[in-house]
């Protein structure tokens, strides 16, 4: 389970937390002195693992060698908004997991649920994330032409190889090396049975080469996801 750190009061008590991480969110964590805390939460036997998330990469790679300088837990895990329509994390975040073995726990890796195939260009589905309601700012980032054309190829794509639009999203971000596992959401049976068959696909770099050209350019700034510690909109 992930944690964010917001009572300190939490370190007096003698039971242990039911999960085995903490995440730290926000702006400037490290320097508030929640990571220390988060060390004293391991040390006391709280959780096992402290991560992050939105962090951008520079932020990772501070956290890490302020830990190193005291000698504290470093950082195990990031979690950054991370899809092959989100491909920001590829462009400075993954390169730094990748030396200082982080692993990304990405979350929204089915773009809000674009990249399951669902929503069709003349198909809205009802009581979908962005079928409306509250959604409307993640319903005008996704639910684009641009980005149609881009699903009904990679729907071509995934079709001839045999595999489902799900399998496929979560093989492009497992076929990295810093990606450990994928955050993946579900409100029904049907999805999670969706999700379980997501695994156990493997591409090639012919195959991801070919993905990459269907795909939407990525950002050549690692900005990382800053909007996502303001507010929940995209």
Known sequence: RQMCIRDRNLFENEKPLSGYGEMIYGESLIAQGNYELGVKFIKKGKIRYI??????????????HISKRYGWSEFTTIQPEFSMFEREPESELVHACDKYNVGILPYFPLASGVLTGKYKRDSIPEGGRLSGGGHSAWSEKWLTEENFNIIENLEKWASNKGITMVQLAFAWLLAKKSVSSVIAGATSKDQIDSNITGSGINLNEEEIIEINNLLPKRNEA???NILRRIQNTP
């Open 51 to 64: 991560g992050c998330s939105n962090y951008m990469a520079w932020e990772l790679v501070e956290g890490i």
């Open 222 to 224: 690692g900005v990382g």
